[in-house]
Nanobody, 124 residues
Framework: QVQLAESGGGLVQAGGSLRLSCAAS????????MGWFRQAPGKEREFVAA????????HYSDSVKGRFTVSRDNAKNTVYLQMNSLKPEDTAVYYC?????????????????WGHGTQVTVSS
């Protein structure tokens, strides 16, 4: 029912910024809570950020709080992840996900649809 496509990944230096976008299909985008997860080589996929269907509620992992900002534009069926003050440990494949829950969810098990990911590499 929902297809997701991430974009905006790339190579940046530590301290730099990058904005990821996730374009979604469907006519009921605003009903889905949206989340961002990431997975580094040899590590499990971890929660990064999430927001409710309306965009009024957000959650962030402790590791990115204060540096990353998640937002959405329901008119464009797009969710964003603004990443500032990037660190080498932020290097990972970043995945966009959609949840049937309307609020912001932090568990990957609460998400029904996933994009294929976009690579973010932060050099030092």
């Amino acid at each position: 029912q929902v297809q997701l496509a991430e974009s905006g990944g790339g190579l940046v230096q530590a301290g730099g910024s990058l904005r990821l976008s996730c374009a979604a299909s469907g006519r009921t985008f605003s009903r889905y809570g949206m989340g961002w997860f990431r997975q580094a080589p040899g590590k499990e996929r971890e929660f990064v950020a999430a927001l409710s269907g309306s965009g009024n509620s957000t959650h962030y992992s402790d590791s990115v709080k204060g540096r990353f900002t998640v937002s959405r534009d329901n008119a464009k069926n797009t969710v964003y992840l603004q990443m500032n003050s990037l660190k080498p440990e932020d290097t990972a494949v970043y995945y966009c996900a959609a949840s049937g829950f309307g609020n912001a969810r932090t568990s990957r098990h609460d998400y029904n649809y996933w994009g294929h990911g976009t690579q973010v590499t932060v050099s030092s």
